[in-house]
């Protein structure tokens, strides 16, 4: 049986729902960040930066990284491109939330990271929330005319719909991104993302 460490309103939001979805039974270990539970020495052996998501595999190796994950995922349960283009896509854009939007983000939350002088953290966060608002435009025009982001519905899908929670959650006005707001609409009406919207007290 999968296991998936998760945190509530995390990136690893994705996986969660992809599981949800999936109708497999697996075990959703919930994680508090706040309490500092990744930071604790039995679960850095799971996942050794203290982070979530990490999927547990039915042999017992954990994978850590959405680019990891989430292809496992998406190739286990039928919601990865099949196409060898549309898969390149798929590839290039999880590379660019993990490697780009992502850490735009984390430049706001967690400026720490980026600087030991907390006199510079006003300007990390300043320009890493516009970055990452930068990006939601990039990807509210990858939307435009289309329902998912690659042909039909897969696991860019749930993790597309991870930036769009965090830029409700940082106050940028996302009603001006038309297609990428229509795309959070349609996600909001599946059954998966609203129980774990539920369970993990997303309201937007
Ligand atoms: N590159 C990693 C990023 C994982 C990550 O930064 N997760 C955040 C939550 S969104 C986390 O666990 N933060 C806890 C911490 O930094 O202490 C991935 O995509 O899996």
Not at 62 to 77: H, V
Not at 153 to 166: A, E, M, N
Request: net charge neutral; with cysteine.
């Amino acid at each position: 049986m999968l296991t998936l460490y998760y945190a509530p309103g995390a990136c690893s939001m994705a996986a969660h729902i992809i599981l949800e979805e999936s109708g497999e039974t697996y075990e959703p270990r919930k994680m508090d960040l706040a309490k500092g539970e990744q930071k604790t020495p039995e679960y850095m052996k799971i996942h050794p930066m203290g982070r979530v998501p990490a999927l547990k595999l039915d042999d017992g190796e954990c994978l850590t990284e959405n680019t990891a994950i989430l292809p496992y995922l998406g190739k286990r349960f039928n919601v990865w491109p099949a196409d060898l283009k549309a898969e390149a896509r798929a590839h290039s854009l999880i590379g660019f939330l993990a490697a780009s939007v992502h850490p735009a983000h984390a430049h706001f939350n967690r400026p720490e990271r980026y600087a030991t002088d907390q006199a510079a953290f006003p300007a990390i966060k300043e320009q890493g929330l516009k970055s990452f608002h930068g990006y939601l435009k990039e990807l509210d025009g990858k939307l435009a005319g289309k329902e998912w982001f690659s042909d039909k519905y897969s696991v860019l899908d749930p993790y597309g719909l991870v930036f769009y929670v965090w830029g409700v959650r940082r106050g940028l006005p996302m009603p001006e991104l038309k297609n990428y707001t229509a795309f959070k609409d349609r996600m909001a009406k599946r059954e998966a993302v609203g129980k774990v919207w539920e369970d993990e007290k997303v309201s937007i």
